[in-house]
């Protein structure tokens, strides 16, 4: 019990809640259920991945066998239970992959009596090849029972921090208010670390599987609603070809020199050029989700006035005229032609965790709302989920459980990280020789958590805002540092561009900026 674990335990615990010891689990499995988990380990070989299997194990070991005492058919479930447990030994420890090698693994263990030989072989010779189906609700219900597990251990860690919330035994209210935060946060992300079974996602050369997955990829492939392009043609190249479902977008700058413009300028686009994107659910609106944690709202709305409807300073106008603009100008209203939403909050600086995140997701689908992108500025303004020793550590958490979000929801994600001081360093040296062309200079090394963020991206490009020398007109730069999923087709694409080295490209909806492309 908790009341037992040392000062120091329940700190760890606090901080590592995703390893801790489960509880002993009172969950009776049934026979029919041991005898579908056993021929899933010896007949089905495409959802029987390793995590499926450790979960399979830590269920098993975690259970409290003191329930079968006066069963009348304890026998029969523990030798099942048996042959479950020496068959995940011997895959997954002993590194058998034959199910003969595997069967022999168990027949030669000491505790393996004729009944239990008797079940493993009536399962191989005699036993019915477990379903695709069968198998996906199989996991579910193993998932389902081990996230159980977890949740009940940390019901009692959270009854304690509790009574000593009761008991005024807390060093602080910050405190005993963090802790009880970790505990809410763990079981999200508990939940997420138990689930077996991605949205479907197995490939397998079985025809069963094989002629369902190639359709339904190429589907999607082709879905022009998982595909989000910019009003720049040759960008939407770049982006190969345009802003895509379950994928990370990481633009890096300086400060002030263009993080929020290209994050707000890609909110924008994809409400005035991408009309036809429809939702999952037709029941809900479509909205693109755009969290500042930079810029306020009002200087968010100032900045969309002067990139939609004017130039002029916004003071100059009244309310009426503002709104007005904004709607005939802009073009931002709601209509039934387009009826994209563009949703901004503001949040103080990490003031909110990557946790925070799904919940702001989901109460908007309360709403009947339906988040199509989420667009984050900027990266080291969020806290993580899960705390790192390092602002390296935490970066890279950042990005992996944005890259996770992206997946979860099956929708974008673009957000924004700055250069550091060696990057600055090396372009105010440039400058300071009165060069041109500067943002070639910067390399990974320039990046803050550089290898951690470039890992995490499936897209990562460097801006930069430049003088042209002889004319002072400003350039924004683009650098590509790394873009996954390149077809042949795109890459020659991309080479032909590489042969124009430089190419500028005027926004009409970006005032008189420029934009330089690198490659």
Same mark, same amino acid.
């Given at each position: 019990?908790?009341?037992?674990?040392?000062?120091?335990?329940?700190?760890?615990?606090?901080?590592?809640?995703?390893?801790?010891?489960?509880?002993?689990?009172?969950?009776?499995?049934?026979?029919?259920?041991?005898?579908?988990?056993?021929?899933?380990?010896?007949?089905?070989?495409?959802?029987?991945?390793?995590?499926?299997?450790?979960?399979?194990?830590?269920?098993?070991?975690?259970?409290?066998?003191?329930?079968?005492?006066?069963?009348?058919?304890?026998?029969?479930?523990?030798?099942?239970?048996?042959?479950?447990?020496?068959?995940? &030994?011997?895959?997954?420890?002993?590194?058998?992959?034959?199910?003969?090698?595997?069967?022999?693994?168990?027949?030669?263990?000491?505790?393996?009596?004729?009944?239990?030989?008797?079940?493993?072989?009536?399962?191989?010779?005699?036993?019915?090849?477990?379903?695709?189906?069968?198998?996906?609700?199989?996991?579910?219900?193993?998932?389902?029972?081990?996230?159980?597990?977890?949740?009940?251990?940390?019901?009692?860690?959270?009854?304690?921090?509790?009574?000593?919330?009761?008991?005024?035994?807390?060093?602080?209210?910050?405190?005993?208010? &963090?802790?009880?935060?970790?505990?809410?946060?763990?079981?999200?992300?508990?939940?997420?670390?138990?689930?077996?079974?991605?949205?479907?996602?197995?490939?397998?050369?079985?025809?069963?599987?094989?002629?369902?997955?190639?359709?339904?990829?190429?589907?999607?492939?082709?879905?022009?609603?998982?595909?989000?392009?910019?009003?720049?043609?040759?960008?939407?190249?770049?982006?190969?070809?345009?802003?895509?479902?379950?994928?990370?977008?990481?633009?890096?700058?300086?400060?002030?020199?263009?993080?929020?413009?290209?994050?707000?300028?890609?909110?924008?686009?994809?409400?005035?050029?991408?009309?036809?994107?429809?939702?999952?659910?037709?029941?809900?609106?479509?909205?693109?989700?755009?969290?500042?944690?930079?810029?306020?709202?009002?200087?968010?709305?100032?900045?969309?006035?002067?990139?939609?409807?004017?130039?002029?300073?916004?003071?100059?106008?009244?309310?009426?005229?503002?709104?007005?603009?904004?709607?005939?100008?802009?073009?931002?209203?709601?209509?039934?032609?387009?009826?994209?939403?563009?949703?901004?909050?503001?949040?103080?600086?990490?003031?909110?965790?990557?946790?925070?995140?799904?919940?702001?997701?989901?109460?908007?689908?309360?709403?009947?709302?339906?988040?199509?992108?989420?667009?984050?500025?900027?990266?080291?303004?969020?806290?993580?989920?899960?705390?790192?020793?390092?602002?390296?550590?935490?970066?890279?958490?950042?990005?992996?459980?944005?890259?996770?979000?992206?997946?979860?929801?099956?929708?974008?994600?673009?957000?924004?990280?700055?250069?550091?001081?060696?990057?600055?360093?090396?372009?105010?040296?440039?400058?300071?020789?009165?060069?041109?062309?500067?943002?070639?200079?910067?390399?990974?090394?320039?990046?803050?958590?550089?290898?951690?963020?470039?890992?995490?991206?499936?897209?990562?490009?460097?801006?930069?805002?430049?003088?042209?020398?002889?004319?002072?007109?400003?350039?924004?730069?683009?650098?590509?540092?790394?873009?996954?999923?390149?077809?042949? &087709? &795109?890459?020659?694409?991309?080479?032909?561009?590489?042969?124009?080295?430089?190419?500028?490209?005027?926004?009409?909806?970006?005032?008189?900026?420029?934009?330089?492309?690198?490659?």
């Amino acid at each position: 019990m908790v009341n037992n674990i040392k000062k120091e335990q329940k700190a760890n615990i606090l901080k590592n809640l995703k390893d801790i010891k489960m509880s002993k689990l009172k969950i009776k499995m049934d026979i029919t259920t041991l005898d579908m988990i056993i021929s899933f380990l010896y007949k089905d070989s495409v959802l029987r991945t390793r995590k499926t299997m450790n979960n399979i194990m830590k269920l098993m070991n975690s259970l409290d066998y003191r329930i079968y005492e006066n069963d009348d058919n304890e026998p029969y479930i523990m030798s099942r239970i048996w042959i479950i447990q020496k068959t995940l &030994e011997a895959r997954l420890i002993e590194g058998f992959a034959n199910d003969d090698m595997i069967k022999q693994y168990c027949f030669d263990h000491p505790d393996c009596d004729e009944y239990k030989k008797e079940i493993l072989e009536d399962a191989l010779k005699h036993g019915a090849k477990i379903t695709h189906d069968e198998s996906k609700y199989l996991i579910k219900q193993i998932d389902d029972r081990l996230n159980f597990g977890y949740t009940i251990t940390l019901k009692e860690i959270f009854m304690e921090l509790l009574n000593r919330l009761d008991e005024g035994d807390f060093r602080s209210y910050k405190a005993i208010s &963090e802790d009880l935060y970790q505990i809410a946060s763990s079981v999200i992300n508990i939940k997420r670390s138990t689930s077996s079974l991605g949205a479907d996602q197995t490939f397998s050369l079985q025809d069963e599987i094989f002629q369902t997955v190639i359709p339904d990829a190429l589907n999607r492939l082709k879905d022009r609603n998982r595909i989000f392009i910019t009003g720049i043609r040759r960008w939407n190249t770049i982006l190969s070809p345009g802003y895509m479902s379950k994928r990370l977008y990481t633009y890096l700058a300086f400060p002030g020199g263009g993080k929020s413009q290209i994050l707000l300028k890609t909110a924008l686009d994809v409400r005035k050029y991408n009309t036809r994107i429809q939702t999952k659910n037709p029941d809900k609106r479509p909205a693109v989700l755009f969290i500042t944690m930079e810029n306020s709202i009002e200087e968010t709305v100032e900045r969309i006035f002067n990139m939609t409807a004017s130039n002029d300073d916004i003071r100059n106008y009244t309310e009426k005229q503002v709104i007005k603009k904004l709607k005939t100008e802009g073009g931002l209203t709601l209509t039934e032609k387009n009826n994209i939403d563009i949703i901004i909050q503001y949040y103080d600086n990490r003031s909110i965790d990557t946790n925070d995140l799904y919940g702001i997701i989901q109460d908007l689908e309360d709403e009947g709302i339906e988040t199509v992108m989420l667009i984050l500025d900027y990266v080291k303004r969020i806290r993580p989920a899960e705390k790192g020793e390092s602002e390296k550590i935490e970066l890279k958490n950042i990005t992996n459980e944005l890259k996770s979000l992206a997946n979860y929801f099956d929708i974008p994600v673009v957000t924004a990280q700055q250069l550091n001081r060696v990057a600055a360093s090396v372009v105010d040296a440039a400058i300071q020789a009165k060069k041109e062309d500067v943002t070639r200079l910067v390399g990974r090394d320039g990046i803050a958590g550089a290898w951690e963020i470039i890992e995490n991206s499936d897209f990562v490009c460097i801006l930069n805002q430049e003088v042209k020398m002889d004319t002072g007109d400003m350039f924004m730069t683009f650098k590509l540092l790394k873009r996954r999923y390149r077809s042949a &087709e &795109e890459s020659e694409k991309l080479r032909k561009l590489d042969m124009l080295k430089l190419f500028s490209i005027i926004l009409s909806n970006c005032g008189k900026l420029s934009i330089m492309i690198i490659y």
